[in-house]
């Protein structure tokens, strides 16, 4: 079993940035890949970006490229998410989860967090 809890989410304004962070225990973190998603309203979970376990291969859908960064701290049991430059659609529930290999589809992932909201205001 891996635990997985995000936190970092809040209420912006467009343009400003933000870092998530998801904290696991359980099993051995740096064994995992670890992927962020994002869940808007009525809209199914989107991959956004994903790291290898020892972070040397990033990966990264379209919208989040140029303007988000994944990175991780296997000490911490850590994996982040900076967000800059925000605009009102990133607005959704981000989520954590882990994953044995490389991959971007949701099925593969095997545990995930709880989420966290973020809000980017016009």
């Known amino acids: 079993q891996v635990q997985l809890v995000e936190s970092g989410g809040g209420l912006v304004q467009t343009g400003d940035s933000l870092r998530l962070s998801c904290a696991a225990s359980?099993?051995?973190?740096?064994?995992?890949?670890m992927g962020w998603f994002r869940q808007a309203p009525g809209n199914e979970r989107e991959f956004v970006a994903r790291?290898?376990?020892?972070?040397?291969?990033?990966y990264y859908a379209d919208s989040a490229k140029c303007r988000f960064t994944i990175s991780r701290d296997n000490a911490k049991n850590t994996v982040y998410l900076q967000m800059n430059s925000l605009k009102p659609e990133d607005t959704a529930v981000y989520y954590c989860?882990?994953?044995?290999?490389?991959?971007?589809?949701?099925?593969?992932?095997?545990?995930w967090g709880q989420g966290t909201q973020v809000t980017v205001s016009s």
């Open positions: 359980g099993r051995t973190f740096s064994n995992y890949y």
């Open positions: 790291i290898s376990w020892g972070g040397g291969s990033k």
């Open positions: 989860a882990v994953a044995t290999f490389a991959t971007m589809t949701l099925a593969n992932y095997n545990y």
